[in-house]
Nanobody
Framework: VQLQASGGGLVQAGGSLRLSCAAS????????RAWYRQAPGTQRELVAT???????NYADSAKGRFTISRDNAKNTVNLQMNSLKEEDTAVYYC?????????WGQGTLVTVSS
């Protein structure tokens, strides 16, 4: 399985971006799709998760502003980010976890300017 993240870019504070993570390859059964981020000089942190059963979870910093969703037809998971803040600036990574393996995408840079 390979993950391809896209959608990052430069946006002004208060703006929105939509990240996408397309999965190629075959996997089945229970899985968790997630977005993480890593700002310079910091550890990678969890932003949001979405299980194959439809449960979502968000970091406190993302609650009310970010929404994780899935497009089953495209095997893609999206992260809609609204009301962006400078502190959201980071490289965003998508992750797929199955009972046997975990996979990471290559990361997409989000820069929020004041």
């Amino acid at each position: 399985v390979q993950l391809q993240a896209s959608g990052g870019g430069l946006v002004q504070a208060g703006g929105s971006l939509r990240l996408s993570c397309a999965a190629s390859g075959t996997f089945s059964g229970f899985n968790i799709r997630a977005w993480y981020r890593q700002a310079p000089g910091t550890q990678r942190e969890l932003v949001a998760t979405l299980t194959s059963t439809g449960n979502t979870n968000y970091a406190d910093s993302a609650k009310g502003r970010f929404t994780i969703s899935r497009d089953n037809a495209k095997n893609t998971v999206n992260l809609q980010m609204n009301s962006l803040k400078e502190e959201d600036t980071a490289v965003y990574y998508c992750k797929l976890t199955t009972p046997r393996e975990e996979y990471w995408g290559q990361g997409t840079l989000v820069t929020v300017s004041s």
